[in-house]
């Protein structure tokens, strides 16, 4: 049966939730990674996806400066990372030389991908639509890659800071 | 290392993908349940959730209709209902009806809520926008609630329509 429940309560039901990595060039030049859980596919064809970023966000003045964005799905290894790339601002840090992150360059825009994701998506920028203390960012994905090693997992949000890979099929 | 790679080969690395029942009221007064992956929350304050729905959808046009809508995440006992609700339409169907699915009236809009998810979520029409062939549809959160089963898991999809649930923390 279903009961009333405040919203915080019932969204606390979410997890394991997905965390991608969104890596965008700011107006210095930097390209910086940011963890986001609020992201989706949006569009077959063309393939787009969707990411829901602060207002205040960093991230989002950087999209807004260049115009495209690297949508990636951090591999097993990286939940440091991934952690540090979450609660740290672009704005203070240089967040990939700080965790000596191996990147390369990306194929159709400027900027760059993590070498050690599961799979990254090169997206530029279709719209923006504001959502309460977001806004919503769509991107067309105009490339795509994946890890060289196949096995490699995805990290999932398994609730309180505790980023895990999981089990698939 | 990161290689190229076709958009779908890549994508198919998203598993295990969160699956959602979106309810809406078309124009006949049914309520129509449709299982969708690409969701996520969109703002916290207030709190919004978006979903990507396929132009051509019978729910988009329900929502189109009564401007209102349930999201609901299915319990792990609802994994055949999810999957008919995902493979037929609501034009064709009276789909709560022919899975005989347990139900109860929403609170705060004109709906149902399925008494075995594991949270539902009552939303308020907030706004569109266009995506390649999908409609993002927001929708701001006016009630939430549980299932009176705390212990009780969501299903995720692994993949080829296979729904399981996932262990947590």
Known sequence: MQIPACYDDAM?????EQ???VIARDSTGK??????????????????MAVALGTAR?????????REFVI?????????DTLYYGTVSGRDEDKLAVRRARTQSAEK??????????ASFECAL?????????VIVVGRVVASHVNSDAGLRRLFNLGERNLQPL???
């Not at 910086?32 to 787009?48: D, L, R, T």
């Not at 960093?58 to 260049?66: P, V, Y």
């Not at 279709?126 to 977001?134: F, Q, R, T, V, Y």
């Open 12 to 16: 606390s039901r979410k997890y394991p």
């Open 19 to 21: 965390v991608v990595l």
């Open 31 to 48: 390209c910086n990674p940011m963890a986001a859980g609020w992201v989706m596919i949006a569009s077959s064809q063309p393939p787009m």
């Open 58 to 66: 960093h991230t989002l003045e950087a999209i807004g400066h260049s």
């Open 72 to 80: 990636s799905f951090p591999g097993e290894g990286m939940a440091e």
């Open 109 to 118: 825009i400027e900027c760059v991908l993590l070498s050690d994701a599961v």
């Open 126 to 134: 279709e719209g923006e639509m504001p959502a309460g203390d977001h």
């Open 167 to 169: 089990p698939v099929r």
